[in-house]
């Protein structure tokens, strides 16, 4: 945080900019979607390799899927989809110490993938789903979410496209910008 010539807080601009990209996002999730095509697992990944501090990076974003959930509705599996949304922002945090579209394209798979096991392991260890409490049933439970891991895989690599993407335009354009960035690249290998 930064302060201005009469010494108060200020947000940093970069800060301002990337929690409004991120409540933007968060509210197309009260738009008509194909199921699972939502911006939910982008947010958490972008979240984590984006906002300079980690209780941000987890803050935004998180108040961003609670607020919407307050809209579309809660329900007993959500302990597994914020469980699977706190490993996505901790995958954004591998993100923070070099990004390339490489790196961002395989941590938009992991993002996915795990979502897909965690919450159909939800699904199976919960009562919501019919599935017998052995391996078969957890092996049927993942196989009838099979069909929605792609819409997953796609929204995330789409809404993943477009908030790296925007971030990279802004930084290219404002030098206010691109200072964020390079204060999470220094924090990022003082840590190694």
Request: charged fraction near 15%; proline fraction near 5%; aromatic fraction near 14%.
């Amino acid at each position: 945080m930064s302060t201005d010539p009469e010494g108060r807080k200020l947000i940093e601009p970069r800060t301002a900019v990337l929690a409004a990209m991120v409540f933007a996002a968060a509210m197309l999730r009260l738009f008509p979607h194909p199921l699972n095509f939502t911006p939910i697992g982008a947010l958490a990944l972008f979240g984590g390799a984006s906002f300079r501090s980690k209780r941000l990076a987890l803050a935004f974003p998180l108040v961003s899927l609670v607020a919407g959930d307050i809209f579309v509705g809660f329900h007993r599996l959500m302990p597994f989809v914020y469980a699977s949304f706190l490993l996505s922002v901790a995958i954004g945090f591998w993100l923070r110490r070099r990004q390339s579209l490489l790196r961002i394209g395989a941590g938009v798979l992991a993002g996915a993938i795990q979502f897909f096991l965690v919450t159909n392991f939800g699904m199976w260890a919960s009562s919501i789903g019919s599935y017998p409490k052995t391996g078969a049933g957890l092996l049927s439970c993942y196989a009838a979410g099979a069909p929605f891991f792609w819409n997953t895989l796609a929204g995330d690599a789409f809404y993943t496209a477009l908030l790296f993407g925007g971030l990279a335009l802004l930084e290219r354009w404002s030098p206010s910008m691109r200072e964020g960035r390079a204060a999470i690249h220094a924090e990022a290998h003082r840590m190694v």
